[in-house]
């Protein structure tokens, strides 16, 4: 794989897929959030007493689900940087 796929952007093209990198990382943790709120208020009204805790795992792995986005949008962060734009 090549070292940078974000160098043969052209400047327009590299500020757009930032912005929507950008988005797609605010929207998934602004979701994230939700959920763990979500969760937690249900733990509370029915009580910890019987609850499977292993509907936790997906909370456990959403760092894991976003590093990738994360990772992309630090590539374009420093082409951007790199070009001065």
């Not at 602004?30 to 910890?48: D, H, N, Q, Y």
């Amino acid at each position: 794989m090549k070292d940078n796929m974000f160098q043969e952007l052209t400047n327009e093209q590299l500020l757009k897929k930032r912005n929507t990198l950008k988005g797609l990382a605010i929207g998934f943790g602004i979701m994230f959030l939700l959920a763990i709120v979500a969760f937690v208020t249900i733990i509370t009204m029915k009580g910890s007493k019987g609850f499977p805790y292993a509907t936790c795992i997906p909370f456990l792995a959403m760092p894991i689900t976003m590093r990738p986005l994360l990772t992309n949008l630090k590539m374009v962060n420093k082409e951007i940087k790199a070009r001065n734009l």
